[in-house]
């Protein structure tokens, strides 16, 4: 069966500073994957998601991501965190190809707290 | 374009009680996902529809739950009877076609307090 794992449950990083956000994924084929953003009390939002292709793949609110297959690893990035961006991460995983019974198989997330 | 709308957003119950959670999804979506969210946890999947047919109630504890999305739009969610366990957000997503393209557009959620 697939899985997520965010290594990290909470993680504090100075406003301006850089931010990774750790994910690795078992699954029998390279899925889909996919970072989600919740902020307090809204839905969550797509931030960028890998198919195939170029394993660098750049989304919303300046953050990117790069995708290892050699490390089943999928971690996020942004260079300057903002205030604005403390909230919780969700590293998701679908069975590629789409269609069918494909829904969104999530990690536990990672809180990210910034400091002033 | 307007969300993915939820009701209620709160709502408190007993143990043994039911209870139903309503979602809007955008118009013209033709997959509804209902997902619960157990508080520090990641949300996980209940319930996939493709229009008004079930794709994937694998994770759908079927004794006390049940969905139905009828006309292919909306979409209920009860939980009936409800247990301590069942305390969480349940969210609703849509998306636009049958391929998941991973650009699903989420609810804010109706969370359940079961006493």
């Known amino acids: 069966a697939q899985s997520v794992t965010q290594p990290d449950i909470h993680i504090t990083v100075s406003e301006g500073a850089s931010l990774e956000l750790r994910c690795n994924y078992s699954y029998g084929a390279t899925p889909y994957l996919f970072w989600y953003v919740q902020s307090p009390g809204q839905g969550l939002q797509l931030l960028l998601k890998y198919f195939s292709g170029d394993t660098l793949v750049q989304g919303i609110k300046g953050f990117e991501a790069e995708f290892k297959r050699s490390q089943s690893s999928f971690n996020l990035r942004k260079p300057s965190v903002h205030w604005s961006d403390a909230a919780e991460y969700f590293c998701a995983v679908a069975p590629p190809g789409g269609g069918g019974a494909d829904g969104l198989t999530f990690g536990k997330g990672t809180h990210l707290i910034i400091q002033p | 374009e307007a969300g993915v709308a939820q009701s209620p957003r709160y709502k408190i119950i007993e143990k043994r009680q039911s209870v139903a959670f309503w979602c809007n999804p955008i118009?013209?979506?033709?997959?509804l996902y209902w997902y619960q969210q157990i508080l520090g946890q990641g949300p996980k999947l209940l319930i996939q529809?493709?229009?008004?047919?079930?794709?994937?109630d694998s994770q759908l504890p079927k004794d006390r739950f049940s969905a139905e999305r009828l006309k292919g739009v909306d979409s209920t969610l009860k939980i009936q009877p409800a247990k301590l366990e069942d305390s969480a957000v349940y969210l609703c997503?849509?998306?636009?076609?049958?391929?998941?393209?991973?650009?699903?557009?989420f609810g804010e959620g109706s969370r359940l307090t079961v006493l």
């Open positions: 118009s013209g979506h033709a997959t």
């Open positions: 529809f493709q229009n008004n047919g079930v794709v994937d």
């Open positions: 997503a849509s998306s636009r076609g049958a391929s998941n393209t991973g650009e699903l557009f």
